[in-house]
């Protein structure tokens, strides 16, 4: 098995760690439309298969990082100080380790346009943007696919953030991941809408990172779920490729399903829908029946995210008040 601070030394080889000022950056959030859900190395959060998200253009983190005088790091996330041993700033400062040259502590002020309870994981642009901040603060003018490993060491799905419009995840093979990162889909859609629908703002009791790795080991069904992500992969690109918004529609929402039934399944049971989310979804596909070309995806807690088309913004915020929603395509 290969450490996370190994591959950050072969990927920074002999590049020299002297900071220059202050490196300013900005990264989108991203949502799955094929979902990551399981690890085959935990240590490098390598995944079982691939997967492809669209980012979310406004939303997501800046991110300034320089040099603090010590004797901690000092992180800052919108304006407030954060105590060092919180569970954020003990995760920033964990991978920051990861490429912290000697006696160096870092200055860290993040600032989120994912509204943090719109119920999107800004946890994948957080580590997206630390990464791309170090990478500008120490001048080390790494390639697409080296910042996006580096991402991935942080959070899985940050290795999907560090570009716009849809992006793939290749699950790589190699035992080191140096094969396992992200990149840009060679796609627009500017017409492609998502809705986040906020359900409940709360903390979800089981995180991603644990919620998978008991999937992986107690769900029987999960033998099923490789081969299913294959397909909908490769249906999901010609979707994407003939601009076919209901097979994305319906690709996206039947994997998200998918990925539920087996978190159903998992023992102990994984269940992250609420009563609202299961209305939303009778909703949703009442709605679809009346020929209205709305589907939705979910992440692992209870808020649904809708797909829709520009030319149907208005009748969904009819339908749904309140939802904050993006144009990824700008
Ligand atoms: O990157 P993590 O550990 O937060 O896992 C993300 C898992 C899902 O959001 C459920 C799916 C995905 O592909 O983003």
New binding site residues.
């Given amino acids: 098995m290969t450490a996370p601070r190994e591959v950050v030394r072969r990927i920074l080889a002999d590049r020299t760690d002297q900071p220059k000022g202050t490196a300013k950056v900005y990264v989108p959030a ?3 439309l ?4 399981g690890k085959r190395d935990e240590a490098l ?1 390598l995944p079982v298969t691939g ?1 492809l ?1 669209v980012s979310l253009g406004p939303l997501g983190s800046h991110v300034e990082l320089s040099r603090a005088a010590g004797p901690a790091d000092e992180i800052r996330l919108n304006g407030a100080h954060l105590p060092a041993d919180g569970s954020f700033a003990k995760r920033a400062s964990a991978y920051l380790d990861l490429f912290r040259p000697r006696d160096f502590f870092f200055a860290v002020q993040a600032r989120n346009t994912v509204p943090t309870a719109a119920g999107f ?1 800004s ?2 642009s957080g580590f997206a943007a630390l990464a791309k901040a170090a990478d500008a603060l120490f001048g080390w003018g790494l390639a697409p696919r080296e910042l996006s490993i580096l991402a991935r060491l942080g ?6 953030s560090l570009a716009d419009g849809f992006v793939e ?1 290749h699950a790589g093979q190699a035992a080191d991941g140096m094969d396992s990162y992200a990149e840009r889909v060679a796609a627009e859609w500017p017409e492609l809408r998502v809705g986040a629908l906020v359900l409940c703002a709360e903390e979800k009791p089981v ?3 644990a ?2 790795k008991r999937c992986v080991e107690t769900c029987e069904f999960y033998r099923e779920w490789p081969a299913r992500v294959a397909r909908d992969l490769a249906e999901l690109k010609a979707a994407i490729a003939r601009k076919d918004f209901a097979a994305l529609g319906a690709i996206a929402e039947g994997n998200a399903l998918a ?1 539920h039934a087996l978190m159903a399944a998992t023992r102990p049971p994984l269940l992250y829908a609420l009563p609202e989310t299961v209305a939303a979804m009778r909703t949703i596909w009442a709605v679809r029946a009346t020929g209205l070309p709305l589907w939705f995806t ?4 209870p808020n649904v995210k809708l797909l829709f088309e520009a030319k149907d913004e208005a009748r969904v915020r009819e339908m749904f008040p309140g939802i904050d929603v993006v144009a990824p395509f700008g």
């Fill in positions: 991203n949502i799955a094929v979902k990551y859900w959060n997967s998200s994981a946890s994948a959070s899985g799905s940050a290795a999907r995840w995180g991603s990172r919620g998978m990925m979910m992440d692992a807690g």
